[in-house]
T-cell receptor
Framework: KAGVTQTPRYLIKTRGQQVTLSCSPISGHRSVSWYQQTPGQGLQFLFEYFSETQRNKGNFPGRFSGRQFSNSRSEMNVSTLELGDSALYLC??????????????FGAGSRLTVL | GDSVTQMEGPVTLSEEAFLTINCTYTATGYPSLFWYVQYPGEGLQLLLKATKADDKGSNKGFEATYRKETTSFHLEKGSVQVSDSAVYFCALTNQGGSEKLVFGKGTKLTVNP
C-alpha cells in the first residue's frame, strides 16, 4: 500500500516568489494535515482538511494557504516567500474515525530553501 | 494553550543502555498522547500512543505510560540499539473532531556501538 507522497521533495526559491507543494494521501484517507518543521520553531501545525473543508488552521500569516480536492489530494501554497519560510513541510493523512483515536501517517516532506 | 515539554538533547548512549526521554504536557481535558520518531531524511513515524490515563503504549521495545496525576508520558526502552538513533517527538492532540498535533521540540538520540 502506497504511503503519503509529497512532491517535490526538494526545491529552491528566491525571496518574493511563490511555491506550491503537493500531497497525495494514503488511499481511503480523507483527512490531510500540514506541518512546518524548522530547527528553531520545531514542528508547527499549518492546516487540516477533511472532505475538502479546512477544519483547523494554525497561527501562520495569510501568505500560507491550502486546499483539498475531491480525491483527498491536497496542496499548500506560500506566496511572497521570505527567508524564514525555509523549512521542511510535512503532510500527514488519516482515516479520521474519531477524535483522538486517529493515527497520522506522515510523508517524507518537501524541503524548501528560500534564497 | 496546550503545550508539550520534553527533555533537551542530544542524548548519547552506548548500545544496550537504558533509555528515558522525559515528556510532560499542559492541556485541558483529556488529551491523547503520542511518541513519534524521525529518522534522518525521513518524515515522522508513529512509535506509540495512549488515549487515556494509565494506558501504556508500547512498540519495538519502547514503552510510555499516560500519567495524568503528573501530566507525563515518559518514553523508555530497556536496551537501545544503534538503529534506534533518531529524533524522538512527544505530542498530544486535544481537539474534538480535529487531529491537530502539538509537538515537543524533539530529542535527538545517538546510540554508539
Amino acid at each position: 500500500k502506497a504511503g503519503v507522497t509529497q512532491t517535490p521533495r526538494y526545491l529552491i526559491k528566491t525571496r518574493g516568489q511563490q511555491v506550491t507543494l503537493s500531497c497525495s494521501p494514503i488511499s481511503g484517507h480523507r483527512s490531510v494535515s500540514w506541518y512546518q518543521q524548522t530547527p528553531g520553531q520545531g514542528l508547527q501545525f499549518l492546516f487540516e482538511y477533511f472532505s475538502e473543508t479546512q477544519r483547523n488552521k494554525g497561527n501562520f500569516p495569510g501568505r500560507f494557504s491550502g486546499r483539498q480536492f475531491s480525491n483527498s489530494r491536497s496542496e499548500m501554497n506560500v506566496s511572497t516567500l521570505e527567508l524564514g519560510d525555509s523549512a521542511l513541510y510535512l503532510c500527514a493523512s488519516s482515516f479520521n474515525i474519531g477524535a483522538g483515536a486517529n493515527v497520522l501517517t506522515f510523508g517524507a516532506g518537501s524541503r524548501l530553501t528560500v534564497l | 494553550g496546550d503545550s508539550v515539554t520534553q527533555m533537551e538533547g542530544p542524548v548519547t548512549l552506548s548500545e544496550e543502555a537504558f533509555l528515558t526521554i522525559n515528556c510532560t504536557y499542559t492541556a485541558t481535558g483529556y488529551p491523547s498522547l503520542f511518541w513519534y520518531v524521525q529518522y534522518p531524511g525521513e518524515g515522522l513515524q508513529l512509535l506509540l500512543k495512549a488515549t487515556k490515563a494509565d494506558d501504556k503504549g508500547s512498540n519495538k521495545g519502547f514503552e510510555a505510560t499516560y500519567r495524568k496525576e503528573t501530566t507525563s508520558f515518559h518514553l523508555e526502552k530497556g536496551s537501545v540499539q544503534v538503529s534506534d538513533s533518531a529524533v524522538y517527538f512527544c505530542a498530544l492532540t486535544n481537539q474534538g473532531g480535529s487531529e491537530k498535533l502539538v509537538f515537543g521540540k524533539g530529542t535527538k538520540l545517538t546510540v554508539n556501538p
